[in-house]
């Protein structure tokens, strides 16, 4: 099919609601994506780290291909021997408890909220607090949550139970709590948001509060899960426990699967009747995400993560040294975010004319997150490329 034809297909019978760059991505391999006409790009950016370990990676593929002969969907009223793996493995690799599972980011948060009210000791104890600038999904009650107006806007009325701060400050949080507050619901660092990483000491703080006050301290580790900064969960790197995560996008490696996991008291309020997703867990997703465990364990992934993250990172703090319009590079392991002075759309449509997807969010941060499989060979060329790429916008 001829390029043209799959914008006009666009145009006529899918709703507008993504803004779309104009590249028809027909196939991909590892970190790599070729357009339809053949074109090779560096994907830098995968799926908004839907595709973690690159695109079509190999156990993911051979595990779906060997569950799509057996069966595809099991109800949730019957037991599914790959969902109770599943949960088992994420419980091992956290911080113990139990898992609900699902589809998507959205609706992982969505069952994070509702559990919150469950937890609640009355129906006045409801309100959940969130920060400024984060990003929860776009279901009515997670795009309440959301800390910014553009995703809110023209969707009113919203639902109540909802309270946002400012992020990494401890003193608006302690003004905010009232006898009403049930949960503090926070990014570790806010992709959306501009890659802004949570404060150690601010997060300690946080933990105590939460521990006198007897409220939840929820994670969404639906961008930073699954290996992204190093750790199986970002969490990892600051020492201290959540009482619920959800997740998604790199879980599945490219299939559609989101979970929340939460300690086993609170998880055990969420009894029979109280929640459920038709899909949630099907054991194909779940094949394909217990092979993206296996794949981040057997591969030593989190150790790849730490030194590629760290040499992406010098890297670009060279290009920091080289142009003195980036003023900031901030992260953790290859969760990557370089602000600019400037606009950073021109230099994103630059990198893709030239072979390199990224991202651009916020404006002025462009976001790097290439696949945990990611080589240094790999990172150098995609250096090459962003550097000629911001001396064709800026001469
Ligand atoms: C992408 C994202 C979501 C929403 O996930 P969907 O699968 O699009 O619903 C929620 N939280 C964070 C931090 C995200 O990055």
Avoid at 65 to 70: A, C, E, L, T
Avoid at 128 to 134: A, F, R, V, Y
Wanted: hydrophobic residues 40%.
């Amino acid at each position: 099919m001829k390029e043209q034809r799959v914008f006009s297909l666009y145009k006529k019978f899918v709703i507008p609601c993504y803004k779309q760059y104009p590249l028809v991505i027909a196939r991909g391999k590892g970190v790599k994506v070729w357009d339809i006409k053949g074109k090779k790009y560096l994907d830098f950016f995968p799926g908004w780290a839907v595709s973690g370990l690159g695109h079509c990676p190999p156990k993911v593929m051979a595990a779906i291909r060997k569950q799509s002969q057996i069966i595809l969907h099991i109800p949730n009223n019957y037991y599914n021997q790959l969902q109770g793996e599943l949960a088992k493995k994420l419980s091992m690799i956290s911080f113990g408890g139990k898992c609900f599972f699902c589809n998507s980011g959205a609706e992982a948060n969505e069952a994070a909220i509702k559990l919150a009210r469950l937890y609640g000791k009355n129906e006045n104890q409801h309100e959940i607090i969130s920060m400024e600038n984060s990003f929860h999904g776009r279901s009515l009650a997670t795009l309440t949550l959301t800390g910014q107006k553009k995703v809110k806007k023209g969707f009113s009325p919203l639902p109540g139970g909802f309270k946002i701060v400012p992020f990494n400050d401890i003193k608006s949080i302690q003004n905010a709590i009232t006898k009403k507050t049930v949960a503090i619901f926070l990014e570790l660092i806010q992709g959306e948001g501009g890659i802004n990483v949570a404060k150690k000491d601010y997060l300690l703080s946080l933990r105590k509060l939460c521990d006198q006050k007897k409220i939840l301290l929820i994670f969404d580790e639906v961008q930073t899960g699954m290996g992204r900064t190093g750790e199986f969960f970002c969490y990892q790197n600051f020492g201290i426990l959540p009482d619920i995560i959800t997740l998604a996008k790199t879980l599945g490696g490219g299939f559609p699967i989101g979970a929340l996991i939460a300690k086993n008291k609170i998880a055990d309020l969420m009894g029979p009747g109280t929640h459920a997703s038709t899909f949630g867990g099907s054991p194909l997703a779940c094949s394909a995400a217990l092979a993206v465990i296996e794949t981040i364990e057997k591969e030593h992934l989190l150790e790849n993560v730490k030194r590629m993250g760290e040499y992406l990172r010098k890297k670009l703090e060279d290009l920091k040294k080289k142009y003195s319009f980036i003023k900031e590079i901030r992260g953790l392991g290859l969760m990557l975010g370089l602000e600019l002075k400037i606009s950073g759309q021109g230099i994103v449509e630059k990198a893709l004319k030239n072979g390199l997807l990224i991202n651009c969010t916020q404006e002025k941060i462009l976001r790097i997150m290439p696949p945990l499989t990611v080589s240094k060979k790999e990172i150098d060329t995609a250096i090459a490329i962003l550097d000629k790429s911001i001396r064709n916008e800026i001469f």
